[in-house]
């Protein structure tokens, strides 16, 4: 893995121009990459769309719908036992059916609330990647570092970032989307 400067612009007409002074800088045309970011949530990373197989805040929902449905069933076939008189032996059914269908829908507590951050996890307390025109060049040294970092903020790049990866013919192939930019 390589050093990686990159940093946004709101313009194509900008990105050429990133790109023209980042090879009179002496940076290889290989090793300079520029693309469009997607916002959050349209990256298509998995077969039906979105960034993630399910909600980042909804991690724990499948273990509160059994729970909640187990205590729900029984609450509910108890409350129907005592209905037998009125409901016949259907009645504990009935109110093990209800009673697990309302004790499934309190499983939401178990989200977590928006804003609250996850236990363990840094790097959710740095802001999420911006959508836009990016552009990225792999550096080599501390020296190159600081002359993309000085070519990009000179020509106003915004979100200017440090990542590690690999830019091959033009092509950071192993960037991610969703992952947390570390501001350089």
Known sequence: MSN?????????DEIADARIALLRAGFAADRISAFYVNPQG???MYELGGDHDKSPG?????????????????????????????????????????GAHVGSLFSFSKM????????GSAENMRAPRKSGMMI????????????????????????????????????????????RPVPA
């Open 4 to 12: 990686i400067i990159a940093g946004h612009f709101q313009l194509q």
């Open 42 to 44: 349209q990256h298509d």
């Open 136 to 179: 990225a060049v792999e550096v080599v040294d501390s020296g190159q570092e600081q002359q993309a970092l000085d070519v990009l903020r000179g020509l106003g790049a915004k979100d200017v970032e440090r990542a590690e990866g690999n830019i091959s013919a033009g092509d950071w192939r192993d960037f991610d989307p969703t992952s």
């Open 58 to 98: 909804a991690k724990e929902t499948d273990d509160g719908v059994v729970q909640g449905g187990a205590t729900g069933a029984v609450a509910g076939a108890v409350a129907g036992t005592a209905a037998i008189p009125v409901a016949g032996p259907l009645g504990p059914v009935v109110g093990a059916l209800v």
């Open 112 to 119: 977590k609330d928006a804003g609250e951050s996850e236990e």
